[in-house]
């Protein structure tokens, strides 16, 4: 199959979040499949333009009045053949952020920048004389390439591309003011005909909703949460209705990043049959933060943006989070990198000051992430939902056993710990409250002094656990498959659909 991934995101070039590491490492394992697959990105200020090819002739892209011109860089995917094309624009690209930047989290010309992005990957095609079987798009920024597929590009050579939207983040949407919505150079009856009113804003991924052939999230448990009011950030009703399409197909570790025994971030390697690598790594980890080198400390890291979603108000709040308590009470270490909100930072620094076993780096730096993977005995993740997160499984993977909230990917991931049996991969609570993150980190501490052959047993466990995206890539493809039978089927009915009316090709208002 010819498969295009259109997302603002790939590692190494882009990665704000985990999306970054999803799409190269899924777009790696198809390509392994045997699959024709090639990415297309903007060319943001990270991304070194020295180490690309110019594509001869610039781009024309029917947005706005008229046209934009990009021109066209590319280069390919490390540790495959993989083509990956960068859109170069320097009104919408020529800055730093990918989203956002500290005086301006979301740009304001978001709705623009990546409206150019989702309509330049067509013509990118044309380009190329390259036309895809499948068009894949990921989370709201590239929503509108599904959109423009369904009701315009489908007219033309793309007739027979089938479209398929991965939700990686149902909690950012891509809300802005309805006056961007000329610029996507759409008519105006699509404005409610292909779902981008929003209580009369423009929302960019329940357009991608609307109109992509088939959904994807990244694990079942949140493919199942999002269709309720608690996860479904006033989408759950238009879930509910494209659920006949949706599955929810769970990420992976991609090995080529994240191997414990090959990892050239970690001072020493390690596997789950020699583990003195391990030991090596906790002392770097605790002289690098500054904490005790103690070998008999158990020692909790975590490495995350510091965001509302990732339980960060329960656990760092300054006036009810647990963390205080949790360093001041228990006899363990703790260590965090992280960026994000203002405020949380500030804490963060507080709390390094005022405890002596707790530090804190701020900002974002990819050796420390690795270290704190390889070097910590538990890995925190309090998330207040978490489609799938990768953390704790590249953790599982490191022998650094999870603490973790059951919700989502992590409820699909880890196996909570039995003390009677000795079972389990990591310490779960069914209901985020400082309370309960203090409770399980202490569970998880008691086990470590009192319990020590069933941490060591959880960690054999933990590390033998596989999260192949060989096998993720296989659910893809076989839903890939059921999009381009949907395409090359005629309109009329849909087989499986639930509730009257509902017809594969239409997905407007009335749906919702
Ligand atoms: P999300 O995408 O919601 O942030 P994931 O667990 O899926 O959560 O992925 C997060 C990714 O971002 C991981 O690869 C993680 O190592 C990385 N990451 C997050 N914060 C930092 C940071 N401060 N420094 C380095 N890497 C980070
Ligand atoms: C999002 C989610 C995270 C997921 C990642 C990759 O950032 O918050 O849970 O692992 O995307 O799919």
């Given at each position: 199959?010819?498969?295009?991934?259109?997302?603002?995101?790939?590692?190494?070039?882009?990665?704000?979040?985990?999306?970054?590491?999803?799409?190269?490492?899924?777009s790696?394992?198809?390509?392994?499949?045997?699959?024709?697959?090639?990415?297309?990105?903007?060319?943001?200020?990270?991304v070194?333009?020295?180490?690309?090819?110019?594509?001869?002739?610039?781009l024309?892209?029917?947005?706005?009045?008229?046209?934009?011109?990009?021109?066209?860089?590319?280069?390919?995917l490390?540790?495959s053949?993989?083509?990956?094309?960068?859109l170069?624009?320097?009104?919408?690209?020529?800055r730093?952020?990918?989203?956002?930047?500290k005086?301006?989290?979301?740009?304001?010309?978001?709705?623009?920048?990546?409206?150019?992005?989702?309509?330049?990957?067509?013509?990118?095609?044309?380009?190329?004389?390259?036309?895809?079987?499948?068009?894949?798009?990921?989370?709201?920024?590239?929503?509108?390439?599904?959109?423009?597929?369904?009701h315009?590009?489908?007219?033309?050579?793309?007739?027979?591309?089938?479209s398929?939207?991965?939700?990686?983040n149902?909690g950012?949407?891509?809300?802005?003011?309805?006056?961007?919505?000329?610029?996507?150079?759409?008519?105006?009856?699509?404005?409610?005909?292909?779902?981008?009113?929003h209580?009369?804003?423009?929302?960019?991924?329940?357009s991608?909703?609307?109109?992509?052939?088939?959904?994807?999230?990244?694990?079942?448990?949140?493919?199942?949460?999002?269709q309720?009011?608690?996860?479904?950030?006033?989408?759950?009703?238009?879930?509910?209705?494209?659920?006949?399409?949706?599955?929810?197909?769970?990420?992976?570790?991609?090995l080529h990043?994240?191997?414990?025994?090959?990892?050239?971030?970690?001072?020493?390697?390690?596997?789950?049959?020699?583990?003195?690598?391990?030991?090596r790594?906790?002392?770097?980890?605790?002289?690098?933060?500054?904490?005790?080198?103690?070998?008999?400390?158990?020692?909790?890291?975590?490495?995350?943006?510091?965001?509302?979603?990732?339980?960060?108000?329960?656990?760092?709040?300054?006036?009810?989070?647990?963390?205080?308590?949790?360093?001041?009470?228990?006899?363990?270490?703790?260590?965090?990198?992280?960026s994000?909100?203002?405020?949380?930072?500030?804490?963060?620094?507080?709390?390094?000051?005022?405890?002596?076993n707790f530090?804190?780096q701020?900002?974002?730096?990819?050796?420390?992430?690795?270290?704190?993977?390889?070097?910590?005995?538990?890995?925190?993740?309090?998330?207040?939902?978490?489609?799938?997160?990768?953390?704790?499984?590249?953790?599982?993977?490191?022998?650094?056993?999870p603490?973790v909230?059951?919700?989502?990917?992590?409820?699909?991931?880890?196996?909570?710990?039995?003390?009677?049996?000795?079972?389990?991969?990591?310490?779960?609570?069914?209901?985020?409250?400082?309370?309960?993150?203090?409770?399980?980190?202490?569970?998880?501490?008691?086990?470590?002094?009192?319990?020590?052959a069933?941490?060591?047993?959880?960690?054999?466990?933990?590390?033998?656990?596989?999260?192949?995206?060989?096998?993720?890539?296989?659910?893809?493809?076989?839903?890939?498959?059921?999009?381009?039978?949907?395409?090359s089927?005629?309109?009329?009915?849909?087989a499986g659909?639930?509730?009257?009316?509902?017809?594969?090709?239409?997905?407007?208002?009335?749906?919702?």
């Amino acid at each position: 199959m010819k498969i295009l991934m259109v997302t603002s995101e790939a590692v190494p070039f882009a990665k704000a979040g985990g999306l970054g590491d999803a799409v190269s490492a899924l777009s790696r394992a198809l390509a392994r499949a045997g699959h024709d697959v090639r990415i297309v990105l903007p060319r943001y200020y990270c991304v070194d333009r020295s180490k690309l090819r110019l594509i001869e002739g610039p781009l024309g892209v029917p947005v706005g009045v008229g046209e934009e011109w990009a021109a066209v860089y590319t280069s390919t995917l490390p540790g495959s053949e993989l083509p990956v094309y960068f859109l170069e624009h320097e009104r919408f690209f020529g800055r730093d952020g990918i989203y956002g930047d500290k005086a301006e989290p979301d740009f304001a010309d978001n709705p623009e920048r990546f409206a150019f992005l989702s309509r330049a990957a067509f013509q990118l095609c044309r380009k190329l004389s390259w036309i895809p079987d499948i068009l894949h798009a990921h989370d709201w920024p590239s929503a509108l390439a599904t959109v423009y597929l369904r009701h315009a590009e489908r007219f033309s050579e793309f007739a027979k591309t089938a479209s398929v939207l991965s939700i990686h983040n149902l909690g950012y949407q891509g809300v802005y003011d309805k006056s961007s919505y000329p610029y996507f150079n759409l008519p105006w009856e699509l404005f409610h005909g292909a779902g981008f009113e929003h209580f009369d804003r423009v929302n960019l991924l329940k357009s991608g909703i609307t109109a992509a052939d088939c959904l994807t999230t990244v694990s079942p448990s949140y493919a199942r949460e999002i269709q309720t009011p608690d996860f479904g950030f006033g989408l759950d009703g238009l879930l509910r209705f494209r659920s006949p399409d949706l599955v929810g197909i769970l990420n992976g570790v991609d090995l080529h990043d994240w191997d414990p025994t090959m990892d050239p971030y970690l001072p020493q390697t390690f596997s789950a049959s020699d583990l003195s690598g391990k030991q090596r790594c906790k002392v770097e980890l605790q002289r690098e933060f500054g904490l005790p080198m103690d070998p008999s400390r158990p020692l909790v890291g975590m490495v995350t943006r510091l965001t509302d979603q990732k339980g960060v108000g329960e656990l760092f709040g300054p006036l009810s989070g647990s963390a205080y308590r949790i360093c001041s009470d228990m006899d363990l270490q703790f260590a965090v990198i992280g960026s994000g909100e203002s405020w949380c930072e500030e804490e963060l620094r507080s709390l390094s000051s005022r405890l002596p076993n707790f530090r804190a780096q701020i900002g974002y730096k990819e050796r420390l992430a690795h270290l704190i993977e390889g070097g910590a005995d538990f890995f925190l993740m309090p998330s207040r939902y978490e489609p799938c997160g990768l953390n704790q499984m590249y953790s599982l993977h490191y022998g650094t056993l999870p603490i973790v909230h059951r919700t989502g990917g992590l409820a699909d991931t880890v196996e909570n710990y039995n003390q009677e049996t000795g079972t389990g991969t990591g310490f779960m609570f069914d209901h985020l409250t400082p309370r309960s993150i203090y409770d399980t980190v202490g569970w998880a501490v008691w086990a470590w002094y009192n319990r020590p052959a069933h941490i060591d047993t959880m960690r054999q466990r933990a590390m033998g656990r596989s999260f192949s995206w060989t096998r993720s890539a296989e659910e893809y493809q076989k839903l890939y498959d059921r999009a381009l039978a949907l395409v090359s089927e005629p309109p009329g009915p849909r087989a499986g659909a639930s509730g009257s009316g509902a017809t594969r090709r239409i997905h407007g208002p009335e749906a919702q």
